[in-house]
């Protein structure tokens, strides 16, 4: 294509055409917006590779996975909202938060009774949610090590919540 007579060629031509495309799937006038502006971006991108006849096939397929893509997020994100509104409308009474409490405070001891490299590996990976490499290269050791460590700690509260429920 010839950059940028093509692509503004190409704009004309199918933009009021995707975004009503992307208004039928998203209904939502600023996102269906959006997702079409992404996909000229994506074409732009790839102006080089696209000749002008394939680039209407490119950009309905482009905007079509990008639409299923927020809608699986919008999906996701509903769900998230439901499970929280269900989560504390459970904690509605003085008990349910004491326990809420008691159990944060189980889980602090089990912490600190871990010896003071699993204690330092476990905290990094599942309080400050350090990934594993991330960790690793922190307190140059290897990802095995993390692992070793991660596993051992898991194993020590698997056995003390089994010792404490008996």
């Known amino acids: 294509m010839q950059n940028k007579e093509t692509f503004d060629r190409i704009f004309r031509q199918y933009y009021r055409q995707l975004y009503v495309f ?4 998203v209904a939502d006038d600023e996102e269906s917006c959006d997702l079409v502006h992404d996909c000229f971006e994506e074409l732009w991108i790839h102006i080089n590779d696209t000749d002008e006849q394939s680039a ?9 996975r990008k ?4 809608l699986r997020h919008k999906e996701a994100g509903q769900r998230y909202i439901m499970l929280t509104a269900t989560v504390t409308s459970k904690w509605d009474t003085e008990a349910d938060i004491e326990q809420m409490e008691q159990r944060e405070q189980q889980i602090k001891e089990c912490i600190e009774a871990l ?16 990934k594993y490499a991330e960790a690793a290269e922190l307190l140059g050791v290897s990802v095995s090590t993390i692992k070793k460590h991660i596993v051992r700690a898991l194993k020590y509260f698997r056995e003390r919540r089994k010792n404490s429920e008996t």
Do not use: G, S
């Open 22 to 25: 992307a208004n039928r799937i």
């Open 115 to 130: 010896k003071p490299p699993t204690r330092e590996i476990f905290t990094l990976c599942y309080v400050e949610h350090k």
């Open 56 to 64: 209407r096939q490119f950009l309905y397929t482009c905007l079509r």
């Open 67 to 70: 639409c299923i893509d927020h």
